[in-house]
């Protein structure tokens, strides 16, 4: 007999309305063995391209063997609206009727946070339907809100989610996380170890499998018979692309060494105005493209480099969507991320860490890839590849998480 799991996270998508990311893949690859699945989500939040348009409480929609599960929710348009703190209050309430739509009871409920007031729903439900309860942090919610967002601990709004964090942690059946050093955390907050499990982000071999051939203008716009370090995504603060502009700069007097950025995001005047600037022709910007010509994209490059700025919260680990389509690639990777004792491409030999926000590592690192014999490269870049499919395949992160959901 199958077994029958709700997966609530107010965050989630589908392709077709957003980037459908973690639990979008882990549903699809979970069904595919068999697994009963609902993706429960808000059908209103601001990181929706579409956002679903229905008159009741809940839309069902079947999607790729599962059933993704709306909940409608008041319309905010942006991160700092004050409709989306009445949205995480609202959203466990509206929780607590899925057994009205629901066909099927669930033998497991897993609950993701941000936001962790929705524990308060999913633990209810659990409590109703005699289900196993499984609790999951992607951001630890609310210290990013304290550390980060500058917010007082003494907060009531801070106090509240605190209270149910640590209530999460003590009353779940198990606590997963794709943050590997999160655990700490957690344990100093009240869960016992034995809890923890670590299942991180991945990619899907499916659309990696597509070989989707690169558009003829972002083709266009890579240079060629240049050695490219590359980055694909977000162009914002949080990427640490100024450290790659610099970086370029040191490296100037290299004609053959060139840097491109593809993507789009709210740095990218500010980074388009820093090269000018500087007077630099060695920094090249390329249009967003779609996910399945990322592979394709990144092809073309050499090397490809992933950074963060420096953040004390990435201490418990950071598991960025980006690295995984960059192990896939084969190619090495620059690592500027400072995320403790989690070191993913340092451990494998799959390319070169450095210090965040660090312009002289960064030149320094490109030219030692760049001096590397071709066949020494390829051998950096296979190890990654490698650990890929070994390691970040959403098919085989699936199972382990289904270890926990069913055990």
């Known amino acids: 007999m199958s077994k029958t799991v709700w997966v609530i996270n107010q965050y989630a998508s589908t392709p077709a309305t957003a980037l459908g990311g973690r639990h979008y893949y882990m549903a699809r690859e979970m069904a595919k063995k068999g697994c009963k699945v609902y993706l429960i989500g808000s059908a209103s939040h601001h990181l929706l391209r579409e956002k679903p348009v229905f008159d009741a409480t809940f839309k069902l929609e079947e999607v790729e063997g599962f059933t993704f599960v709306w909940v409608k929710m008041p319309s905010y348009e942006h991160a700092h609206s004050k409709k989306r703190v009445l949205n995480w209050l609202l959203f466990p309430w509206r929780l607590r ?3 009205q739509v629901i066909p099927d009871n669930p033998d497991t409920i897993l609950c993701s946070s941000p936001s962790p007031l929705a524990f308060l729903g999913a633990q209810s439900l659990a409590k109703k339907f005699n289900a196993r309860l499984v609790f999951e942090v992607r951001d630890i919610w609310p210290l990013t809100l304290t550390e980060l967002g500058g917010h007082s601990p003494k907060n009531p709004l801070i106090q509240l989610m605190q209270w149910v964090e640590d209530r999460a ?3 779940s059946d198990a606590v997963v996380s794709n943050l590997r050093n999160s655990v700490e955390h957690m344990v100093s907050h009240g869960m016992a170890r034995g809890k923890f499990t670590w299942v991180p982000n991945g990619f899907s071999i499916d659309e990696v499998s597509l070989k989707s051939p690169l558009n003829s203008k ?3 716009q890579v240079p060629e018979g240049k050695f490219t370090i590359g980055y694909t995504g977000t162009l914002g603060i949080a990427n640490s692309l100024n450290t790659l502009v610099y970086a370029a700069e040191q490296l100037k007097g290299h004609p053959d060494i060139c840097f491109v950025l593809v993507g789009d995001g709210k740095e990218k005047p500010g980074l388009r105005q820093l090269v000018a600037e500087k007077g630099l022709t060695n920094v090249y910007f390329v249009d967003p493209i779609p996910k399945v010509e990322i592979q394709a994209m990144l092809a073309l490059f050499d090397v490809c480099y992933i950074g963060l700025s420096k953040d004390p919260l990435f201490r418990f680990g950071v598991s960025p969507n980006k690295l995984f389509d960059y192990l896939y690639s084969g190619k090495p990777i620059i690592y500027g991320i ?13 390319g070169i860490q450095i210090a965040a926000e660090d312009a002289e590592q960064l030149a320094d690192a490109v030219l030692k890839l760049y001096s590397m014999a071709p066949e020494e490269r390829e051998t950096m870049g296979a190890k990654g590849r490698k650990a890929a499919l070994e390691q970040y395949e959403y098919g085989q992160l699936a199972d382990r998480l289904s270890d926990v959901l069913f055990e």
């Open 169 to 171: 942690y003590r009353e």
């Open 97 to 99: 009727k899925l057994g």
């Open 338 to 350: 400072e995320s403790g004792s989690y070191k993913p491409v340092k451990d494998i030999g799959a």
């Open 218 to 220: 972002a083709r266009s």
